[in-house]
């Protein structure tokens, strides 16, 4: 699926809720606890990302010339984030990535999560996701993928 | 007479809904909120007094000054000070740099701070210490969050120039014994700073009586505007301490060559003050004192035992500083859960309270935590809104297991 199929079918997922923030929240509480462990050697210094409150750890790696993404967090609403945001990226190609606007987040009501201020790592760890991919994507030993 | 529906419709941002509830404001700590007396001062000021004070002969001017040191007066009655002793500054971080920059220590000085100090109150010093070869020592704590008082003789060396320490905890609430602190670093000489921001709005404090050289508070944690702080020294300093800052309206005369400085407080003015601000915090002053900050003491003091009470009912949660001496500030987490989670769900049930280290990182590495969520109360908090705080918890707790 394409990252805005992807999105879709969050937003989808999310409509169900409504206005019902309780049951929005428990629904992203149970992504963050549902999302794939990270690998414990990755959990370090220099994968966490700056600007968080709370700690998130984010590792990149490329498997068939996509952006495979592992992460993880200390908080779970913020791991719940974390999932989505992983769900949508992770497996993508690194143009697609680069380039995508992500305003799912704003149609599932979750906005808040947007704001600049210093305690939110969302911008950061969306911000981090993309260098990664760009990183990668222009490392020597990089192979564009083989099929789409 | 203390009335807290009078006191709540003094404040208008009290009446505003958060995610469609009413707010309930626990950030007290970080800010107050501003009554009504305040704003108005603001919009009065602009409105019909407006004028750059200490220079012009006109009236508009000389009204404006009048105002500002009438401010200057009735502010430090409120702390228990003389007006000459009085500067006005941007608030508590700048008076400690004030302080820090203008001491004029020799260099190799040792300065004594807490391990559950503000940044504020750390960074500066630390500043000096790498300039000037200085070394920065903590006293340390008990495990309950208390100050372990004794700790301070072993500390001092011949080489211990400076005490400086916060009056109240801003992440743990603890008053401390200032005076016995003040008592031991003045027997051997020391200079102290009490860092004054977190006791002004919640007790009454008499600079006199705490008998250090310097206290500094700001003017945004006890109902003024932002921008607007007060650094109190002892009359002795007023022409000792260096200055950090210089330029207008501080001088007496100036030529090319050389400058000679304004007696007394004004010399620590330099530049067009914040005028708006002083007059903000004389309002704000005065509000204070019409309710009685006794009673505003009690009030809290009141709401931080019923809170206390009904967390240690919750047995996911776990108090820091849970000690009897205590201002109007709680600070806990919820077992499994980090405090951004907490305080991210307590917003969602319209429930403003701050999380994370509180700008107090030593302190946090000290219990071994990466943050708490901390309510802090105010004078316009009530019995209710705990209730409703408490609740909400026990829901959050409950989406977070
Ligand atoms: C104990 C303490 N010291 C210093 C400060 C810094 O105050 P300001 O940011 O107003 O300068 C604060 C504010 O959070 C505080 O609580």
Redesign the interface.
């Known amino acids: 699926m394409t990252i805005k199929e992807i999105e879709q079918e969050i937003i989808d997922e999310f409509e169900i809720f409504g206005e019902d923030?309780?049951g929005k929240?428990?629904h992203l509480?149970d992504l963050g606890r549902s999302l794939p462990k990270i690998k414990e050697e990755y959990k370090t210094e220099n994968r966490i990302i700056k600007g968080c409150?709370?700690?998130v750890w984010l590792h990149s790696e490329v498997k068939d010339g996509k952006i495979v993404y592992t992460a993880d967090s200390?908080?779970?609403?913020?791991k719940g984030m974390v999932a989505l945001m992983i769900r949508v990226l992770s497996g993508q190609k690194a143009d697609d990535i680069v380039s995508a606007e992500l305003d799912f987040i704003n149609k599932i009501g979750l906005k808040e999560h947007l704001s600049p201020t210093r305690?939110n790592g969302l911008v950061s760890m969306i911000k981090q996701m993309k260098l990664d991919a760009l990183a990668l994507s222009r490392s020597t030993n990089y192979e564009p993928p083989t099929k789409n | 007479m203390f009335d807290i529906n009078i006191i709540r419709k003094d404040f208008p941002i009290l009446s505003k809904t958060i995610?469609g509830k009413p707010l309930i404001y626990f950030d007290n700590g970080a800010t107050t909120q501003k009554p009504k007396a305040v704003i108005d001062a603001l919009v009065k000021y602009y409105s019909e007094q407006n004028a750059n004070i200490h220079r012009g002969v006109h009236t508009l001017s000389r009204e404006a000054t009048i105002l500002f040191e009438e401010a200057r007066k009735n502010v430090a009655k409120f702390i228990g000070a003389s007006e000459e002793e009085l500067i006005f500054t941007a608030g508590t971080t700048d008076g400690i740099n004030i302080v820090a920059s203008g001491l004029n220590l020799p260099g190799g000085s040792e300065i004594i701070v807490t391990e559950m100090e503000h940044h504020s109150n750390i960074l500066p010093w630390q500043l000096w210490c790498e300039r000037n070869n200085g070394k920065l020592k903590f006293i340390p704590l008990n495990k309950d969050g208390t100050l372990q008082v004794e700790k301070l003789n072993e500390l001092i060396t011949p080489n211990t120039k400076v005490l400086a320490i916060t009056h109240v905890s801003n992440t743990l609430g603890i008053i401390n014994p200032v005076k016995e602190l003040v008592k031991t670093a003045k027997e051997k000489g020391l200079i102290v700073l009490i860092d004054g921001a977190q006791s002004v709005p919640h007790m009454k404090v008499n600079v006199q009586e705490l008998g250090a050289d310097f206290f500094v508070f700001s003017g945004h944690k006890v109902y003024a505007p932002t921008g607007v702080g007060v650094l109190w020294m002892n009359k002795n300093w007023i022409s000792k301490l260096q200055l950090v800052k210089a330029g207008g309206g501080t001088i007496k005369t100036v030529s090319f060559e050389k400058t000679e400085y304004a007696d007394g407080t004004l010399r620590f003015e330099p530049g067009t003050p914040n005028i708006e601000g002083v007059i903000g915090l004389a309002a704000a002053i005065h509000y204070v004192n019409a309710i009685g900050i006794e009673s505003i003491s009690n009030h809290e003091h009141t709401l931080l035992e019923h809170a206390t009470k009904q967390l240690n009912e919750i047995k996911e949660v776990e108090i820091y500083g849970n000690t009897k001496n205590k201002a109007g500030v709680i600070s806990f987490n919820v077992k499994g859960?980090?405090?951004?989670?907490v305080g991210?769900?307590l917003d969602?049930y319209g429930i403003a309270v701050r999380?994370?280290h509180h700008c107090t990182q030593p302190l946090m590495s000290c219990l071994h935590i990466?943050?708490t969520v901390r309510a802090s109360f105010a004078m316009y908090n009530t019995l209710e809104e705990v209730d409703q705080f408490i609740e909400a918890l026990k829901?959050s707790i409950k989406?977070?297991s």
Do not use: C, R, V
Not at chain 1, 74 to 78: E, Q, V
């Open positions: 923030w309780e929240y428990g509480i409150q709370s700690k200390d908080a779970i609403i913020t305690a | 995610n859960a980090h405090p951004f989670d991210t769900l969602k999380t994370g990466p943050g829901k989406m977070l």
